[in-house]
């Protein structure tokens, strides 16, 4: 008889990958979740076979032999599945273990039908180990958690993480006005043509004072898709422009907000003299910020289209924030671009906007829309008809707000790339007059390090081998042609100024070097024209010495004996006072050692100062402490010593 094990591991096994083919990746939300809680049930089994390293990624190619006839897409998306699946299992692994732990020593323990919902939390919380594998493990032993000390715990710490009781709640907020709508009516948005339109309040609302405007109809687009909504004004009087200060009634909007099925509200930012219910108003989007939120997010569609026409066919949007100065785009990948990717998606997109293509933008049904290959987001919700947009090459469903031809976009930067959760990344990157305001930042960075490096980096650009015209162009896009080809610009660049800037700093480490050296013989020369005291023979030099580090301290001391002023018969002592603590050295000449050890000498001193360390020299100890105030009583403590041998 098969052991029931096997049987759930390749059960899950299946699911696990198909959900993966589908474009899902392990995470803490929704379909991700689910996904995660799959392979993690998979693990425990795997885990109760005595199996504690990544194994189940192996059998994908087992399971793509034998389905991938009737699922030609699992075999190809093999590799990337088995990638996913091992980097959950890597994770797991040892929040597995630390899990099974507590959880054992609970049931060994306790025999209470119920395990601690307060322990269940701490797995939950502390280690990362879920609620359900906590309960599945239970029951298998007859018992449960005390979900109600678990709800308790969970409460309290939403409470700690409560910010101040002034914030709205946006759950409260969106409750409330999806509450008006059938009162009220709901919103008519005119904003993909207009940019100010007459319109009517139906609702003016006050809550934590904060006030909320509501129109009959807008152009203000609300936030949505990751797209910040629109501010502008909302006046008594039909404006000609923006500046509000022009108007003796009006109310500025910062931002607006969908909640329902369709009602905008207006959050206002101040306000001069009064609106109410029932005014026939004009409400005026500011045009500059709509301009650089569809510049943002046009350019969010290209970025897509290049991630997967040059990184990973397998990669697709997992969110956006377009805000008018930047925008934020996350992605599913395992691993940071490179400077070679970053290099070709700019140049990609740059391309799309150099062609100046028109924008165009249907509405058609939604399995139309996906038979022409347009890309939907997988955890969004769709009306039966659809909004499509086409820009480039890029298909996608979309009711945000864009620009009228490509080219409008200006210019595409990346910013960075960044890791924000397990195989999910972030691009920051700028558009229009913000990418050229942060490339003309960067230009007076350089300009200001050639100056105060006094050195001069070559117009390379000038230069036809650097230009990368040839590289896309409507030829390579047309044809079809392999647009993963490594850059030799970069490699190029690097090599030459490597070699520029490894002659700099080799030059600066040897000036360090010969500044280092100066300043230790100028510290020498000072130390052998001071007193030293001749007890019994013996030479002792006591002395402080400032402004220097550990090693270089390290060095005067045992470089001085070859002064001949020290040759013979000396036991030499410094120290240095820095940052509330003291370093000192004990360095003795050879023909001392007979009756003189340095290490024993740091042990007799070593509690006037509280000091650790020493070494295991017997002609060098060196150490340090925190009682600075102990330093005063080592030289009367060594001349005892001395007396004494």
Same mark, same amino acid.
């Given at each position: 008889?098969?052991?029931?094990?096997?049987?759930?591991?390749?059960?899950?096994?299946?699911?696990?990958?198909?959900?993966?083919?589908?474009?899902?990746?392990?995470?803490?939300?929704?379909?991700?979740?689910? %996904?995660?809680?799959?392979?993690?049930? &998979?693990?425990?089994?795997?885990?109760?076979?005595?199996?504690?390293?990544?194994?189940?990624?192996?059998?994908?190619?087992?399971?793509?032999?034998?389905?991938?006839?009737?699922?030609?897409?699992?075999?190809?998306?093999?590799? !990337?599945?088995? /990638?996913?699946?091992? =980097?959950?299992?890597?994770?797991?692994?040892?929040?597995?273990?630390?899990? $099974?732990? #507590?959880?054992?020593?609970?049931?060994?323990?306790?025999?209470?039908?119920?395990?601690?919902? !307060?322990?269940?939390?701490?797995?939950?919380?502390?280690?990362?180990?879920?609620?359900?594998?906590?309960?599945?493990? %239970?029951?298998?032993?007859?018992?449960?958690?005390?979900?109600?000390?678990? /709800?308790?715990?969970?409460?309290?710490?939403?409470?700690?993480?409560?910010?101040?009781?002034?914030? #709205?709640?946006?759950?409260?907020? &969106?409750?409330?006005? &999806?509450?008006?709508?059938?009162?009220?009516?709901?919103?008519?948005?005119?904003?993909?043509?207009?940019?100010?339109?007459?319109?009517?309040?139906?609702?003016?609302?006050?809550?934590?004072?904060?006030?909320?405007?509501?129109?009959?109809?807008?152009?203000?687009?609300?936030?949505?898709?990751?797209?910040?909504?629109?501010?502008?004004?909302?006046?008594?009087?039909?404006?000609?422009?923006?500046?509000?200060?022009?108007?003796?009634?009006?109310?500025?909007?910062?931002?607006?907000?969908?909640?329902?099925?369709?009602?905008?509200?207006?959050?206002?930012?101040?306000?001069?003299?009064?609106?109410?219910?029932?005014?026939?108003?004009?409400?005026?989007?500011?045009?500059?910020?709509?301009?650089?939120?569809?510049?943002?997010?046009?350019?969010?569609?290209?970025?897509?289209?290049?991630?997967?026409?040059?990184?990973?066919?397998?990669?697709?949007?997992? +969110?956006?924030?377009?805000?008018?100065?930047?925008?934020?785009?996350?992605?599913?990948?395992?691993?940071?671009?490179?400077?070679?990717? #970053?290099?070709?998606?700019?140049?990609?997109?740059?391309?799309?906007?150099?062609?100046?293509?028109?924008?165009?933008?249907?509405?058609?049904?939604?399995?139309?829309?996906?038979?022409? +290959?347009?890309?939907?987001?997988?955890?969004?919700?769709?009306?039966?008809?659809?909004?499509? $947009?086409?820009?480039?090459? *890029?298909?996608?469903?979309?009711?945000?707000?864009?620009?009228?031809?490509?080219?409008?976009?200006?210019?595409?930067?990346?910013?960075?790339?960044?890791?924000?959760?397990?195989?999910?990344?972030?691009?920051?990157?700028?558009?229009?007059?913000?990418?050229?305001?942060?490339?003309?930042?960067? =230009?007076?960075?350089?300009? &200001?390090?050639?100056?105060?490096?006094?050195?001069?980096? =070559?117009?390379?650009?000038?230069?036809?081998?650097?230009?990368?015209?040839?590289?896309?162009?409507?030829?390579?896009?047309?044809? /079809? $042609?392999?647009?993963?080809?490594?850059?030799?610009?970069?490699?190029?660049?690097?090599?030459?100024?490597?070699?520029?800037?490894?002659?700099?700093?080799?030059?600066?480490?040897?000036?360090?070097?010969?500044?280092?050296?100066?300043?230790?013989?100028?510290?020498?020369?000072?130390?052998?024209?001071?007193?030293?005291?001749?007890?019994?023979?013996?030479?002792?030099?006591?002395?402080?010495?400032?402004?220097?580090?550990?090693?270089?301290?390290?060095?005067?001391?045992?470089?001085?004996?070859?002064?001949?002023?020290?040759?013979?018969?000396?036991?030499?002592?410094?120290?240095?006072? *820095?940052?509330?603590?003291?370093?000192?050295?004990?360095?003795?000449?050879?023909?001392?050692?007979?009756?003189?050890?340095?290490?024993?000498?740091?042990?007799?001193?070593?509690?006037?100062?509280?000091?650790?360390?020493? +070494?295991?020299?017997?002609?060098?100890?060196?150490?340090?402490?925190?009682?600075?105030?102990? #330093?005063?009583?080592?030289?009367?403590?060594?001349?005892?010593?001395?007396?004494?041998?």
């Amino acid at each position: 008889m098969i052991d029931p094990k096997f049987k759930i591991i390749a059960d899950h096994l299946r699911s696990s990958s198909f959900l993966i083919m589908d474009g899902i990746i392990p995470g803490n939300e929704g379909r991700s979740y689910v %996904l995660r809680r799959i392979l993690r049930r &998979a693990m425990l089994q795997i885990h109760k076979l005595g199996i504690n390293k990544p194994i189940m990624y192996k059998y994908v190619e087992s399971l793509s032999r034998n389905m991938s006839l009737h699922y030609p897409e699992l075999n190809k998306k093999k590799e !990337y599945i088995q /990638n996913i699946i091992k =980097d959950e299992e890597l994770k797991f692994s040892q929040t597995l273990s630390n899990g $099974l732990k #507590i959880i054992n020593d609970e049931l060994l323990s306790n025999n209470k039908k119920l395990m601690s919902g !307060y322990i269940a939390f701490k797995l939950y919380d502390t280690y990362g180990f879920p609620l359900d594998l906590t309960q599945d493990i %239970l029951r298998e032993n007859n018992r449960d958690v005390n979900i109600n000390e678990f /709800n308790q715990a969970m409460s309290m710490q939403r409470d700690r993480a409560k910010s101040s009781l002034n914030n #709205i709640n946006i759950n409260d907020l &969106a409750q409330y006005f &999806a509450s008006k709508e059938n009162i009220i009516g709901s919103t008519e948005f005119t904003g993909y043509n207009e940019l100010i339109n007459e319109c009517k309040i139906i609702d003016i609302s006050i809550i934590n004072g904060q006030e909320f405007i509501i129109l009959n109809k807008t152009p203000f687009y609300a936030t949505s898709g990751g797209q910040r909504g629109d501010k502008g004004i909302i006046t008594g009087h039909k404006p000609k422009n923006i500046k509000q200060e022009k108007y003796t009634n009006y109310y500025k909007i910062s931002q607006t907000k969908k909640f329902g099925n369709n009602i905008y509200v207006h959050i206002v930012e101040t306000k001069k003299g009064n609106l109410n219910i029932g005014d026939k108003v004009y409400a005026m989007i500011d045009d500059q910020n709509r301009q650089a939120l569809a510049q943002g997010h046009s350019a969010t569609h290209l970025l897509h289209k290049a991630l997967k026409l040059l990184i990973d066919e397998n990669i697709s949007q997992k +969110g956006s924030s377009i805000e008018a100065q930047y925008f934020t785009f996350d992605y599913n990948y395992n691993k940071p671009l490179t400077n070679n990717d #970053i290099y070709k998606i700019e140049d990609l997109i740059n391309f799309y906007i150099r062609k100046n293509d028109k924008v165009k933008t249907d509405i058609m049904k939604l399995d139309k829309a996906i038979n022409r +290959g347009a890309i939907a987001m997988f955890d969004s919700q769709y009306e039966e008809d659809v909004r499509v $947009l086409e820009i480039g090459d *890029s298909l996608e469903l979309c009711g945000g707000t864009h620009v009228d031809f490509s080219g409008n976009i200006g210019i595409f930067k990346i910013i960075s790339d960044s890791s924000i959760a397990s195989g999910i990344r972030r691009i920051l990157a700028k558009v229009g007059s913000n990418a050229y305001d942060y490339l003309r930042c960067q =230009d007076i960075k350089t300009k &200001a390090i050639e100056k105060a490096l006094n050195i001069s980096i =070559d117009n390379d650009y000038e230069n036809d081998k650097y230009t990368k015209s040839g590289f896309i162009d409507s030829f390579c896009i047309d044809n /079809n $042609l392999d647009l993963r080809n490594d850059y030799n610009l970069e490699n190029e660049l690097n090599n030459k100024y490597n070699i520029k800037g490894n002659d700099l700093i080799k030059t600066i480490k040897d000036k360090d070097k010969e500044i280092a050296n100066l300043k230790k013989e100028l510290i020498i020369s000072k130390l052998i024209t001071r007193d030293i005291q001749n007890i019994s023979d013996i030479n002792i030099l006591f002395t402080e010495i400032a402004d220097i580090d550990v090693k270089q301290l390290r060095e005067i001391s045992n470089d001085i004996i070859n002064n001949k002023k020290f040759t013979k018969s000396s036991i030499i002592i410094l120290y240095n006072i *820095s940052n509330n603590k003291v370093i000192i050295t004990i360095k003795i000449t050879n023909d001392l050692l007979e009756k003189f050890n340095a290490c024993t000498i740091f042990k007799a001193i070593s509690p006037h100062i509280n000091a650790k360390g020493g +070494g295991s020299q017997a002609d060098f100890a060196m150490g340090g402490g925190d009682k600075i105030e102990g #330093i005063n009583n080592i030289k009367n403590n060594l001349i005892n010593i001395i007396h004494d041998a």
